[in-house]
Structures are given as structure tokens and as C-alpha cells.
């Protein structure tokens, strides 16, 4: 594809023309395509259907699940975890199906009570949050609930501008933490390098009680390539901060995420703070189904080999949307993006001040893409430039088409602003 800016006004016009046309046919076929969610597809989710067939509730020491009790998680769900994610058992606590809703209760439990003695968040005049972008945009809507101040930190390719954190940090007491996702980043795909976890542990807080909310949603989401991270506990022992992090983590996309299962791992300082407001909200999650899980999953090894089922299933359809942006606007660099190795999703930028518009024109189109601003906090993307696709739930052949309408309608948009 020509690089539109070598174009003269008029094959400008000609080539809109051209575009126009395809896209008043596609205008016609009144379709309904969904790029927007991260959502496993029925392939994927098929694949774990053999765990709703497991009925035990006796548990390896013993205990009968059924009832209530063990409130930080069975023992083999612990250990399984444990060993997969290389945390000690005794600094995970399992939880409920959603990573997302243990990351609310911890933020809530540091703004209503505070951490281990330290003033609850609510009490201060401002808190104030880092924030990578482009980020998560459920994240920033945790955060806006609470009404902290939302920092924006620029994602690099090792991870995040860690010269801003480190500088920011040291400054300014008001910033009570930051939230990340280290690993095949949502959706950037990110990937964060030894030295960005590293300097995460070392770094100076003015905040005494500075947390690192550090969502390992996709510690073992590969597609393309596996990356082992740095273990963040292993860091922060050395530097005697471990109480900063809060490491949470699930297997919605690795069994269901509509019943899975999600843990939250600290310090002792924090497993045992945790556990003391824990214990007040509930007598104990779904045992039954963290048994069940460890079951289905049964170890490490077994674990990994079976999202290489998931990576098969994802790879052709990741490859349909990199193929096409490379088609389509490899010479013409009106669109850029990031090539994940792994995670959900794939994040373009369009020349600046177009996002809006390319989402509004895929959706006359019946294609539903994430809305733009959604990766930035309070929905507010600085340059309108950003664009979240998610390759995952619709079929290979609904991707192909959604792929096509997108790369029209950044021409189109693109075109529209050149000739204005
Ligand atoms: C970074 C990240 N964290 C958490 C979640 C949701 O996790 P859960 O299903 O465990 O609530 C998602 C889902 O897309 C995600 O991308």
C-alpha cells in the first residue's frame, strides 16, 4: 500500500472515491462483528468442559470442602499455584472467579482501614495512582471509583518509563501506588525486562506505604513466544520491600473466566493484614471449585503444555490481524502498532485525533471495537490516537472481515483529515 503521503491532493481525492465506494457496499451488508473484549472463544473454552465432569470435595488432607471454612484456600490449590507462579503457598490467598474483584476489596481495605497501621487512604487529602499507558481501562476504573488522581507513565519497550516512576516516587508522598501488568501487557503486549522489576523493588518511596499492584493476568498467556519474568519477590527481598506488592493473578483465561479462579499473593505482613479484614468479609471461597481446578490443571508441567492449546487456538487469528496491518499500511506509516508475543490483544495508534473517528465509522460498519480513550484514564487518550483490537472471540472468518473494515476506515479517516 502507497504511502499516502506521497500522494498529490487529487489521487487523494480519487483514491477516497475508491474507499468510499467498499465502504458504502460494506454499509449495505448490515454486519454484526465484535473486536472489543478480551473474551476466550467457545474453541477455548470447550477445552476445559472435562473439569465440570470432576465431582470430588474430599480434599488431600482430608477435609470435606463442602462445608465452610479455609479461608485463604485448599492446600493443593495453594501449593499448585505456588509452584506455578514460584511464589511460597504460605504468601498466596485464593479467591473468588475474578482477579478484578480482589483488587477492588485490597484497594478498598487500604483506603477504609489502611495497611498495617499506616492512615487510611480516605483520611489523606489526595491519593494519587501511576498509571502505565496504554493501559487496562477496567484498572483506571477501579481507580476513578475511589477518586485518586490517575498519573499517566508512558509504556516503553522494557516496560514502563521507569526515570519518571523513580522520580515521582521519591517526591511526592500523595503517591500511594501504582497498577501493572507485567507481562503481555494488556494491550500493548509489553513485556517488562529484569532491570524494570528490579528498579520496581529498589526504588524509593516517600510513601511509606506505596503499593505495587502487579496483575500477572497473563503470566503464562504466550501466542508467539514464552517469556519468563523476573520473579518481583525474589527482587523486593533483596531490598526489604516486599510489603509493597500486591500480586494477583487467574485462571479466567486458562479454564473459565466465568468460573474460574483468582489469587492474591503479598508479604507475610500483607497475607496477614489481608486475612484480618478477609476473615470479617466471608468464611471462604469456592473450595469446590479450587479443588476441581487443581484437579483438571494437576501441575506446572501439565499446565503449560495445555496453553499450548490455547496458543493454537490464538495464533492463527493473531496472525490474521498482523498480516493484515502489515498489508495494508507496512509502506504507508499512517498506522503504527505493537507486535505482542503474547496476551489478548493487539494496540495500533492512528495519526492523532482519529481514534474517535475510525471507531465511530467501524461501528456504521457493524464492526465493535473497544472505545477509543478506553486505554487511558478517565477515557481520556491525550493524542486520540489509541485503538485496542481483540483478536480472540469472533471466528477466524469475522476476523478476517473486521481486520479489512478497520484498515478502510483508518484510510478513509486518514485521507479526511490530509485533505482538510
Ligand atoms: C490485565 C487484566 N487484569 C484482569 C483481567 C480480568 O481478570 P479476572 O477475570 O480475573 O477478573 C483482565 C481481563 O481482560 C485483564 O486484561
Given at each position: 500500500m502507497i504511502d499516502f503521503n506521497t500522494l498529490s491532493k487529487e489521487?487523494?481525492?480519487?483514491?477516497?472515491?475508491?474507499?468510499?465506494?467498499?465502504?458504502?457496499?460494506?454499509?449495505?451488508?448490515?454486519?454484526?462483528?465484535?473486536?472489543?473484549?478480551?473474551?476466550?472463544?467457545?474453541?477455548?473454552?470447550?477445552?476445559?468442559?472435562?473439569?465440570?465432569?470432576?465431582?470430588?470435595?474430599?480434599?488431600?488432607?482430608?477435609?470435606?470442602?463442602?462445608?465452610?471454612?479455609?479461608?485463604?484456600?485448599?492446600k493443593e490449590a495453594k501449593d499448585f499455584f505456588g509452584s506455578l507462579l514460584d511464589i511460597a503457598s504460605k504468601n498466596i490467598i485464593i479467591g473468588g472467579n475474578s482477579t478484578l474483584n480482589m483488587i477492588y476489596d485490597a484497594i478498598s481495605r487500604l483506603y477504609i482501614f489502611g495497611y498495617n497501621g499506616y492512615t487510611p487512604w480516605h483520611k489523606l487529602d489526595k491519593v494519587k495512582f501511576l498509571c502505565p499507558v496504554p493501559g487496562y481501562d477496567r484498572h483506571?476504573?477501579?481507580?476513578?471509583?475511589?477518586?485518586?488522581?490517575?498519573i499517566n507513565i508512558p509504556i516503553t519497550k522494557d516496560g514502563i518509563d521507569m526515570d519518571m516512576?523513580?522520580?515521582?516516587?521519591?517526591?511526592?508522598?500523595?503517591?500511594?501506588?501504582?497498577?501493572?501488568?507485567?507481562?503481555?501487557?494488556?494491550?500493548?503486549?509489553?513485556?517488562?525486562?529484569?532491570?524494570?522489576?528490579?528498579?520496581?523493588?529498589?526504588?524509593?518511596?516517600?510513601?511509606?506505604?506505596?503499593?505495587?499492584?502487579?496483575?500477572?493476568?497473563?503470566?503464562?498467556?504466550?501466542?508467539?513466544?514464552?517469556?519468563?519474568?523476573?520473579?518481583?519477590?525474589?527482587?523486593?527481598?533483596k531490598y526489604n520491600t516486599e510489603d509493597r506488592i500486591y500480586y494477583f493473578f487467574s485462571t479466567s483465561k486458562i479454564n473459565f473466566p466465568g468460573g474460574g479462579i483468582?489469587?492474591?499473593?503479598?508479604?507475610?505482613?500483607?497475607?496477614?493484614?489481608?486475612?484480618?479484614?478477609?476473615?470479617?468479609?466471608?468464611?471462604?471461597?469456592?473450595?469446590?471449585?479450587?479443588?476441581?481446578?487443581?484437579?483438571?490443571?494437576?501441575?506446572?508441567?501439565?499446565?503449560?503444555?495445555?496453553?499450548?492449546?490455547h496458543a493454537n487456538i490464538l495464533k492463527p487469528k493473531f496472525d490474521i490481524v498482523l498480516n493484515t496491518l502489515k498489508e495494508n499500511f507496512k509502506d504507508n506509516p499512517i498506522l503504527k502498532w505493537e507486535e505482542p508475543k503474547g496476551g489478548y490483544f493487539v494496540s495500533v495508534n492512528t495519526e492523532n485525533g482519529l481514534a474517535k473517528k475510525v471507531v465511530s465509522m467501524c461501528k456504521e460498519l457493524g464492526v465493535i471495537l473497544t472505545d477509543a480513550g478506553s486505554t487511558y484514564p478517565k477515557k481520556l487518550d491525550p493524542n486520540d490516537s489509541n485503538i485496542r483490537l481483540a483478536p480472540s472471540f469472533p471466528s477466524i472468518e469475522e476476523l478476517k472481515k473486521a481486520m479489512d473494515i478497520f484498515c478502510l476506515c483508518v484510510k478513509i479517516a486518514t485521507i479526511d483529515k490530509m485533505l482538510a
Open positions: 489521487e487523494l481525492i480519487n483514491l477516497k472515491q475508491d474507499l468510499q465506494k467498499q465502504y458504502d457496499g460494506y454499509l449495505s451488508l448490515k454486519l454484526d462483528l465484535n473486536m472489543s473484549r478480551g473474551k476466550p472463544c467457545k474453541e477455548q473454552l470447550d477445552l476445559s468442559n472435562d473439569m465440570l465432569n470432576i465431582k470430588d470435595y474430599i480434599s488431600s488432607d482430608n477435609i470435606d470442602l463442602r462445608n465452610y471454612g479455609i479461608l485463604d484456600g485448599i483506571f476504573d477501579i481507580l476513578e471509583k475511589f477518586n485518586f488522581e490517575m516512576v523513580e522520580a515521582l516516587c521519591k517526591e511526592d508522598e500523595s503517591i500511594k501506588g501504582i497498577i501493572c501488568v507485567p507481562l503481555y501487557s494488556n494491550p500493548t503486549g509489553t513485556c517488562y525486562s529484569d532491570e524494570t522489576i528490579k528498579r520496581l523493588a529498589k526504588m524509593e518511596t516517600k510513601a511509606k506505604d506505596f503499593k505495587i499492584f502487579y496483575d500477572n493476568a497473563y503470566a503464562i498467556h504466550y501466542v508467539y513466544e514464552k517469556i519468563n519474568l523476573y520473579n518481583i519477590f525474589d527482587a523486593c527481598k483468582s489469587l492474591l499473593a503479598g508479604s507475610d505482613n500483607t497475607i496477614k493484614d489481608t486475612l484480618k479484614h478477609l476473615s470479617i468479609q466471608t468464611i471462604g471461597y469456592d473450595k469446590i471449585n479450587q479443588l476441581r481446578t487443581v484437579k483438571f490443571l494437576k501441575d506446572k508441567e501439565n499446565t503449560l503444555k495445555f496453553m499450548d492449546k
